[in-house]
């Protein structure tokens, strides 16, 4: 090694083992980052509060583009349909809808589906008993929600 023959590793002194202000101040951020974002205060996407008085921020924008729902349904598998009253068939979908269509005022059903595991057929015939009933469609492709909510098909 080229230090051996001018000696050069006899005369490097340690480092000093002492902390700066700028370790705190990063040690102190990194604090107030995760007891910040990782609180139950932090307000995320969905979520219903709890407290009346409180009203977030309203534009002309958003507003606009908004589009209210008269009816959620969700497809987590192929051949299962679930809406509010519980697990239907395709079958009973359609007979389902004409009976909400009298009861409703909105003309808008959210279908929600999992993008990873429902085939294209079956959102097309689930489209196709939605329009039959007389409702527009508004799709949202999500993936599934964690294993074990969902029940498991009855066979129906």
């Known amino acids: 090694m080229i230090t051996r023959p001018l000696g050069l590793l006899d005369r490097l002194r340690p480092a000093p083992r002492s902390f700066d202000a700028i370790f705190f101040v990063n040690a102190a951020l990194l604090a107030v980052y995760f007891a910040l974002f990782g609180s139950q205060f932090v307000i995320s996407p ?3 509060l709890e407290n009346p008085s409180f009203a977030v921020p309203r534009t002309d924008v958003a507003v ?3 589009a209210r729902t008269a009816l959620v349904i969700d497809i987590p598998r ?6 509010p009253e519980g697990q239907q068939t395709y079958q009973r979908l359609g007979d389902w809808l004409m009976t909400q269509r009298g009861e409703r005022t909105g003309t808008r059903v959210l279908v929600r589906i999992d993008r990873t595991a429902v085939p294209m057929q079956d959102l ?6 939605i ?7 508004q799709l949202a492709a999500e993936r599934a929600p964690a294993a074990g ?3 498991e098909s009855s066979g129906e």
């Open 46 to 48: 969905g979520v219903q």
């Open 124 to 129: 097309m015939t689930v489209y196709e008993l």
């Open 131 to 137: 329009r039959t009933a007389g409702f527009d469609v």
């Open 78 to 83: 192929p051949g299962i349909v679930i809406t």
């Open 64 to 66: 606009a583009g908004a």
């Open 149 to 151: 909510l969902l029940p």
